[in-house]
DNA sequence: GTCTATAAGTAGATAGAC
DNA sequence: GTCTATCTACTTATAGAC
């Protein structure tokens, strides 16, 4: 207990770190990345502006970081995931994933969509490649069911970004206190995905 | 020629509004309306900012401004066409109307989903009034095509905004200078469309 | 690690000359 | 109708005390 406990009054780096971002997170998608500043940040963590500055070297970083930890953590829970077998139930199963793991950030979800201008080049074509590595794994489920006879679609890339925009739609209306599941809403979107391109 | 060619110079009260219009409209949707200084939208027209304002009151009403006129363009163009008869025909329409209306007008388009935060909350109320009269219509033909047993939809109010996202999706991708013409984009929206909600 | 103080610059909006 | 000049407030980021 003592090695731990041993601590400069003031001296909290390991949970205001994550409170930073929390706070950063939050206000981002409230308000948007560059109608939130460094003030109100901290405001909302509880320390001076000044104090930021030993967690991120600027606000370009941390707008970056909680894109680039989001776009990290949906490929690593992709990853982590058994395949089920044939196309069709790797459809269901990535409608059903996309939907649950959205639904379960959006905050995180909102800010990766609505700040892509805000990044710098460089960070933009980092945070693009890791997206397109998730929308390369819908397009090639969906390559499989075209070749199994499966899925009738003519142009799977652009089958695959409708797919994509439809379910991530899901995040602006469904609210927990609402009348339906995420299991429900799930069911309802899977329905319609798999009519929709199916032979 | 001499009434309308008589003019102070330096007044140009009738061509410059248009243009201040115009400039924010394209500023806002690149960088976004907190991003984007009075001084810059002054600088694209070609006039110091403290003119900006023989034109809007404050920025507030600019955004208000650009995003009110272009769901006011929506529903006349919308209420403009005849309706065809019998629920998929209006469906159809429906469809392909969205698409086409979008891709003719990207900035307004993404400005009207990405600036809803930046709205004050009476000018948010508004905007979102006339969005909701917008989806209303497609809920209408949904629920239609569901009485006349041609579309199977548990939810029509899920279905529509799931419609309504898939279709809207299409500015995020589309090129003009692309491989795919405006109505072949719209046949292949409206082939998934069909199949996820017919009977 | 956090604070206060500050540098250097920009924001929205207004006043008054022309 | 547009300009220049300006007010007041706020911005990101840093320096140095503790």
Not at 57 to 74: C, I, V, Y
Request: one cysteine or more; proline letters at 4%.
């Amino acid at each position: 207990m003592t090695g731990s406990m041993a601590r400069t009054a003031g001296s909290h780096s390991d949970i205001t770190g994550p409170r930073v971002a929390q706070a950063a997170l939050r206000l981002f998608a409230q308000h948007g990345y560059a109608a939130v500043s460094m003030r109100q940040i901290a405001a909302e963590v509880g320390v001076q502006a000044g104090a930021l500055y030993n967690y991120t070297p600027d606000k370009q970083s941390l707008l970056f970081d909680l894109m680039r930890g989001h776009m990290d953590e949906l490929l690593a829970a992709r990853a982590a995931l058994p395949l089920p077998a044939g196309p069709l139930a790797r459809l269901e199963d990535f409608t059903r994933f996309h939907i649950r793991f959205h639904l379960e950030r959006p905050d995180a979800v909102f800010v990766s969509y609505m700040e892509l201008r805000n990044l710098t080049p460089a960070n933009f074509a980092v945070i693009e490649g890791l997206r397109r590595r998730y929308e390369d794994e819908l397009e090639a489920i969906l390559r499989a069911g075209v070749a199994a006879g499966i899925c009738a679609v003519t142009d799977t890339k652009i089958t695959t970004l409708a797919v994509i925009a439809m379910l991530t739609g899901v995040t602006t209306w469904y609210r927990a206190a609402g009348r339906l599941s995420v299991p429900q809403v799930e069911t309802i979107y899977w329905d319609m995905v798999r009519r929709a391109v199916a032979a």
